[in-house]
């Protein structure tokens, strides 16, 4: 009777804890195939966006969270409380990011493919205007963030959101510096992390008639997230910030 008092116990507290360990870990997994005003008025108006009607903003879910399957690393994800890194994407994509999920999840799927490890949640530095989606508040952490070389971007989040980051945030998720000529970034966003004009239609238009604001990697003042606006059919790439 004892020895099986035992191991009942035992067998309760287990599943116990098994269930503390599903709950803490929000694991989700990736598909496959996923895949106003300017400051200084000297920006040339552009093309009116195409109207984004009556949308609701569906894609607040959260930042995305990679996982390559093993529970322990899971675990040791869950507890990071390393450095925060944050990263150019190497690739580029339209103004069609699928929203703001779509685009945390590429996010997600860049940092999982460099093998960045950490806490494995990431955040696209990216606004809407027509529902006041805000850069700042999506980026939940206070840092500090690192680029992958272990240069520091910024000491803390009054420090990305200065208008004066401590270097220019021009690190691929590959440790690549990338060059002027093609270091355009998606952002919809000032450099306070607040909306700006233009968002590509919610990250949802691809189309010429769309337009977004976009940053320029190369810059460390105000312009990294706030220099210019293209019409959404260019290709540009996303500024991918750590969370933990």
């Known amino acids: 009777m004892r020895v099986r008092a035992l191991v009942t116990c035992a067998a309760v507290l287990f599943g116990a804890g098994c269930n503390m360990l599903t709950g803490a870990s929000e694991v989700s997994f990736l598909s496959p195939d996923d895949g106003g005003e300017e400051p ?14 009556n949308r609701t903003e569906t894609d607040s879910a959260g930042p995305a969270v ?18 925060l890194r944050a990263f ?7 103004g069609n990011l699928g929203g703001l999920a779509g685009a945390d999840l590429k996010c997600a799927a860049a940092a999982l493919a460099a093998n960045l490890g950490g806490s494995g ?11 006041d989606v805000r850069a700042v508040n999506r980026v939940t952490s206070d ?21 004066n980051l401590q270097r220019a945030p021009r690190r691929t998720e590959k440790n690549e510096a990338i060059n002027t000529v093609n270091d355009r970034v998606w952002t919809g966003s000032r450099a306070d992390g607040t909306p700006s004009q233009y968002d590509c239609a919610l990250w949802t ?7 977004g604001h976009v940053g320029e ?3 460390n003042g105000g312009g990294w997230s706030f220099a210019d606006a293209e019409t ?13």
Not at 41 to 53: H, I, K, N, Q, W
Not at 205 to 211: E, T
């Open 66 to 83: 990679v996982d390559a399957g093993d529970p322990d690393a899971a675990l040791v994800d869950a507890a990071y409380q390393g450095k």
């Open 143 to 163: 840092g500090p963030w690192e680029l992958v070389n272990g240069d520091v971007l910024a000491t803390s989040k009054a420090d990305l959101t200065d208008g």
């Open 88 to 94: 150019v994407t190497d690739e580029t994509w339209t």
């Open 205 to 211: 238009s691809g189309g010429g008639g769309s337009v």
């Open 121 to 131: 949640r990431w955040v696209a530095w990216l606004s809407t205007n027509d529902n």
């Open 217 to 219: 990697a190369n810059n």
């Open 232 to 244: 959404c059919n260019n290709v540009n790439r996303l500024y991918c910030f750590e969370l933990r």
């Open 40 to 53: 200084d008025g000297s920006l040339a108006t552009p093309m009116p966006r195409e109207d984004a009607g």
